[in-house]
């Protein structure tokens, strides 16, 4: 059984930066998907920044480009999200989702950010950039 656990939120100054990380245990198949979406009060839950565990290829949301960086630490079986720069809008409760890649990809590419696709969840970290 997969299972995803979250740790590194808290509250931060606009400006400032956290590190999230992802605790990934119960699969060992090359071929996943590791996504980090968000969903803040009201809104839909959003995509933010994947990570491919075949090639370590990675995308990201245009909104957090150049601001976030998704990596992973195979020996610790760990995916971090890297977050700076942030803003007041980048508050939201933040989840790791994982599942395989042939799920996301169809007509030629990968769509990451379809959060129906996945069906292995974290239990989410709260993430509050305020002055």
């Known amino acids: 059984q997969l299972q995803l656990v979250e740790s590194g939120g808290g509250l931060v100054q606009p400006g400032g930066s956290l590190r999230l990380s992802c605790a990934v245990s119960?699969?060992?198949?090359?071929?996943?998907?590791i996504t980090w979406f968000r969903q803040a009060p009201g809104k839909e839950r959003e995509g933010v920044a994947c990570i491919r565990t075949n090639d370590g290829g990675t995308y990201y949301t245009d909104s957090v480009k150049g601001r976030f960086t998704i990596s992973r630490d195979n020996a610790k079986n760990t995916v971090y999200l890297q977050m700076i720069s942030l803003k007041p809008e980048d508050t939201a409760v933040y989840y790791c989702?994982?599942?395989?890649?042939?799920?996301?990809?169809?007509?030629?590419?990968?769509?990451?950010?379809?959060?129906?696709?996945?069906?292995?969840w974290g239990q989410g970290t709260q993430v509050t950039v305020s002055p």
């Open positions: 119960g699969f060992t198949v090359d071929n996943y998907a």
């Open positions: 989702a994982a599942d395989l890649l042939q799920k996301l990809y169809y007509s030629g590419y990968y769509f990451p950010f379809e959060a129906p696709k996945y069906d292995y």
